[in-house]
């Protein structure tokens, strides 16, 4: 079956098919038109060289969304589908999509996975169970380093995942290299197709480099020691005039606990400024009058 033109090996910065102008986007045979926008927003940002996913025999467009959306979260755009049941384009999975237009638009269709997979140097087949099928087993974290070798030697590498209703065939598993198989709950080990294709994403970013948003918390610095024991010192005065320390052989131990608390707080010269104009606040109503400034 012909298809538009494939995307680039290699660990290029540039998606070949995100520089087309739109009088380029005309439909290939067996793959939708690009000009039907069915998701909402655009959320490509940057990709790179990824791996392709091929989901054979999806059956409900929902599943096809939220595995596109998973792809995009996590730096994929490459989707291939293998005659899913209600057709394409399909306006349920853009909805679900919610955003990854790229992958939703650019999806190609095809009528079998061998012609899907034609092109891939390197397959990996998504399956919880290995039947009689003699391949490698590996775990997705296992699966996202191979295939980032792999992709950076410029191969081209596709995951393939089973419809709903049954997953993939035995013939489709040995069209693979090597079997993904998800650790789950052995009694219940059948997982949404969103879901698999999720964590499988999930770990290609991992391997790719992708990391958690760093916590503002360190590009505070601490409070002075001396401003810290300012602060405890206020504290503890306010506390001895309040008759806090009810018995007086245990107040060493008391302040000594209240002083832990403050120190494990990690406080920032701000914070320690804040919780002194606290106290001067609460001593100020409880003596009847204005906080003192």
Known sequence: MKRGSPEPNGRERDIEHMK??????QPASGRAPTTERIARRDGRGELKAAPIFVLVEPQM???????????LNFGLSGLRLVNPRDGWPNEKAGAMAAGASI????????????????????????????????????????????LRRRIDHGERC????????????????????????????PSFASLNLGQAAMIVAYEWSRAE????????????????????ERLFEHLITELDDAGYFLVPEKRVAFTRNIKAALLRA???????RTLRGVIKALVGRRRGGEPRR
């Open 158 to 185: 596709a995951v393939i995942f089973g419809g709903e209703r049954s997953g993939l065939s035995n013939d489709d598993i040995m069209r693979a290299d090597a079997i993904v198989s998800i650790p789950v709950n």
């Open 103 to 146: 992958v939703i638009d650019r999806a190609e269709v095809f009528g079998t996975t061998r012609e899907a997979l034609a092109d891939c140097n390197y397959v990996l087949a998504t399956t919880a169970r290995p039947r009689e099928v003699i391949l490698p087993v590996v775990d997705p974290a296992e699966a996202a380093q191979e």
């Open 266 to 272: 990690g406080l920032t010269e701000a914070e320690v």
């Open 20 to 25: 087309k102008k739109p009088d380029d986007d």
């Open 209 to 228: 480099g992708m990391t958690a948003l760093a916590s503002e918390l360190y590009e505070h610095e601490p409070a002075l020691r001396e401003n810290f």
């Open 61 to 71: 467009g929902e599943n096809i969304g939220a595995a596109a959306r998973a792809m």
